[in-house]
Structures are given as structure tokens and as C-alpha cells.
């Protein structure tokens, strides 16, 4: 089982579309949480920071369950502009300084 | 401009050709980091760097080096280059609270190992 997992997608949904993301992590000591997006091939941007009590930016909203050990994004009414591909990442407290992905979740905004 | 920077940004070798990418921040960011990028692996990280003269191995350090003798540059080497090396790599810094800042990324070297 890989240590971070995402449904690769492609998510095709129409303008306006609410879309949520999940990811899922194997590691019970893992301490922070990330959204990253990627666009086409292109370096990795910082989304947002997952909180434990949930945050949101604007149209999007994550959220940790660590009973669970999930995270997951929700993106309200959706723009072409968020096309992209969507990264979680998550960082071990007991893994000295690794970072761990998810293999990616593609999501194609469609007029 | 706060910025990463990677060269070669493209790179086509022969099998065994020594190589080297350079990755350089000038946010003086103590941590360091290297990734490759592969359809449908995503990113795997290679080596990092919590500062100067502090290496070590990620999730995929077989056949790389690295070096941090200068807190701005960490390159990748990679000795004897094999074809399933051929990859997009990404170099990344942050601060040295790396589980409450963000990862800054170079805008990654495509390599092609024939």
C-alpha cells in the first residue's frame, strides 16, 4: 500500500461544479498537511495548509480526519482556471526531513 | 525575486555520461530538497538537505548524489546516468519549519537518459 494515495481522476466537471478531492495516508504519525496544484507539467504551487480543525481560502475548503487518516479539498463553483493537477502531500513527524506526495489528482474545468 | 533555479531546464545524455543539475534559492532557506516526477508514480523524493553539509536519502536515492557545501546550491549527480533515470526533476527549498511553510519549487529539468 503506498503511503499517501489519490484517485488520479481525470474529474471532468462543468463550470460552476462543486468537485472534492480525498487523500489518504498510511502513516498514523503524520503531523502536516498540504494542498499543492500543478499545472501541466509545471512546477508544484502551495494551495493551502491543512489544518486540523479545517480551513478555508475563498472557493476552496480542506479538511483533516485523523481517525480516519484522510485529507480532502473541496472546490466550490468551479472555474477553466482550476484545471490542473492536485497533490497532497504529507510530512511525517518521525521521518526526519522527507516529504511524501500523492501520485496526483487531475481535474479538467469544462465550459 | 525570491526564486529557485534549475539548469539545464532540458537535458538529453547518453547512457554512462556523468551529469550534473544545479539547483540554487537566494530565500536562504536552510532545507533542500530533490524529486523526480513519473506518470503515475508522482513526485518521489530523491534527497534532502535540513542545511549545510546535512544530507540524506528520501524515498528513491539510487543512483544520485548530492552535495550541500553552500547553504543557496544543491546539486543532483548522477555518476553513471541509466535510462530509467529519465525523468522531470524538481529541485525544492523552505524554511528550516518545513511542516508549517511551504515547499519552493525550481521549475523542474527534463531529462532523457538514451
Known amino acids: 500500500r503506498k503511503e499517501v494515495e489519490q484517485d488520479p481522476g481525470p474529474f471532468n466537471v462543468p463550470e460552476g461544479a462543486t468537485v472534492a478531492f480525498n487523500c489518504t495516508y498510511s502513516?498514523?504519525?503524520?503531523?502536516?498537511f498540504f494542498w499543492y496544484r500543478q499545472d501541466c507539467r509545471k512546477e508544484p504551487k502551495l494551495l493551502m495548509s491543512?489544518?486540523?480543525s479545517g480551513n478555508e481560502d475563498g472557493r476552496f475548503t480542506a479538511q483533516l480526519n485523523r481517525a480516519s487518516q484522510y485529507i480532502s479539498l473541496l472546490i466550490r463553483d468551479s472555474k477553466l482556471s482550476d484545471s490542473a493537477t492536485y497533490l497532497c502531500?504529507?510530512?511525517?513527524?518521525?521521518?526526519?526531513?522527507?516529504?511524501?506526495f500523492g501520485q496526483g489528482t487531475e481535474l479538467s474545468v469544462k465550459p | 525575486e525570491a526564486q529557485v533555479t534549475q539548469n539545464p531546464r532540458y537535458l538529453i545524455t547518453v547512457t554512462g555520461k556523468k551529469l550534473t543539475v544545479t539547483c540554487s534559492q537566494n530565500m536562504n532557506h536552510e532545507y533542500m530538497s530533490w524529486y523526480r516526477q513519473d506518470p503515475g508514480l508522482g513526485l518521489r523524493q530523491i534527497y534532502y538537505s535540513m542545511n549545510v553539509e546535512v544530507t540524506d536519502k528520501g524515498d528513491v536515492p539510487e543512483g544520485y548524489k548530492v552535495s550541500r557545501k553552500e547553504k543557496r546550491n544543491f546539486p543532483l549527480i548522477l555518476e553513471s546516468p541509466s535510462p530509467n533515470q529519465t525523468s522531470l526533476y524538481f529541485c525544492?527549498?523552505?524554511?528550516?519549519?518545513?511542516?508549517?511553510?511551504?515547499?519552493?519549487f525550481g521549475p523542474g529539468t527534463r531529462l532523457t537518459v538514451t
Open positions: 525544492a527549498s523552505s524554511s528550516s519549519d518545513r511542516f508549517s511553510y511551504e515547499q519552493y
Open positions: 491543512v489544518y486540523s
Open positions: 502513516n498514523s504519525a503524520s503531523q502536516s
Open positions: 502531500v504529507v510530512i511525517p513527524y518521525n521521518q526526519g526531513g522527507k516529504l511524501i
